[in-house]
């Protein structure tokens, strides 16, 4: 099956009515802020998304994106390859709509003036939130080990009076 490139921007309410299935990928070269977020984007994003509309009249569209990213270990400091696996759920909605009345399996999503939601800085701003805060390897496969993490010899503390010696003296004075 041929993979083809997906639009930037669609009508979810048309592609509601249509039940629009789209499969495809787009260009990881289009998400700018995506490919500056991590090492290397691997592999194009791969997407799968279908548009319907729910028995409360919803519209709503959901699907998949996958991608390979490299990322830079913050323990060893070495590359890796990081999978992504995103699914997603969203309702369109209009300004004046009121996000409340959603029912929380889906994420509300603001169309523009022209009633179009940007595929490409919505399916970004995914892959971006689904990033490791902190990127490191699995503990067996990085190469700096939980022995190699001390940084120096810990000197013993000091020894200190107990400040409250002074009250045992007390009380022992009152008996």
Same mark, same amino acid.
């Given at each position: 099956?041929?993979?083809?490139?997906?639009?930037? =921007?669609?009508?979810?309410? +048309?592609?509601?009515?249509?039940?629009?299935?789209?499969?495809?990928?787009? #260009?990881?070269?289009?998400?700018? !802020?995506? %490919?500056?977020?991590?090492?290397?984007?691997? $592999?194009?994003?791969?997407? %799968?998304?279908? /548009?319907?509309?729910?028995?409360?009249?919803?519209?709503?569209?959901?699907? =998949?994106?996958?991608?390979?990213?490299?990322?830079?270990?913050?323990?060893?400091?070495?590359? /890796?390859?990081?999978?992504?696996?995103?699914?997603?759920?969203?309702?369109?909605?209009?300004?004046?709509?009121?996000?409340?009345?959603?029912?929380?399996?889906?994420?509300?999503?603001?169309?523009?003036?022209?009633?179009?939601?940007? #595929?490409?800085?919505? /399916?970004?701003?995914?892959?971006?939130?689904?990033?490791?805060?902190?990127?490191?390897?699995?503990?067996?496969?990085?190469?700096?080990?939980?022995? $190699?993490?001390?940084?120096?010899?810990?000197?013993?503390?000091? %020894? +200190?009076?107990?400040?409250?010696?002074?009250?045992?003296?007390?009380? !022992?004075?009152?008996?």
């Amino acid at each position: 099956m041929q993979k083809v490139k997906l639009p930037k =921007k669609v009508d979810p309410f +048309k592609s509601a009515i249509q039940r629009s299935i789209y499969e495809g990928v787009m #260009l990881a070269t289009d998400m700018q !802020r995506f %490919s500056a977020a991590v090492c290397e984007v691997l $592999d194009d994003i791969a997407i %799968s998304v279908k /548009f319907d509309t729910d028995v409360q009249g919803l519209t709503y569209f959901e699907g =998949k994106l996958q991608t390979r990213a490299s990322l830079i270990c913050q323990r060893c400091n070495d590359s /890796f390859v990081h999978s992504i696996d995103v699914r997603f759920c969203f309702c369109p909605v209009r300004s004046e709509d009121v996000e409340d009345e959603i029912p929380e399996i889906y994420d509300p999503v603001e169309v523009d003036e022209l009633g179009e939601v940007d #595929l490409l800085g919505l /399916f970004e701003d995914e892959l971006i939130l689904t990033l490791p805060i902190v990127a490191m390897h699995k503990d067996e496969d990085c190469a700096m080990k939980g022995s $190699d993490m001390s940084y120096g010899d810990i000197e013993p503390e000091e %020894s +200190k009076p107990n400040p409250f010696a002074v009250l045992k003296e007390l009380k !022992r004075n009152q008996e």
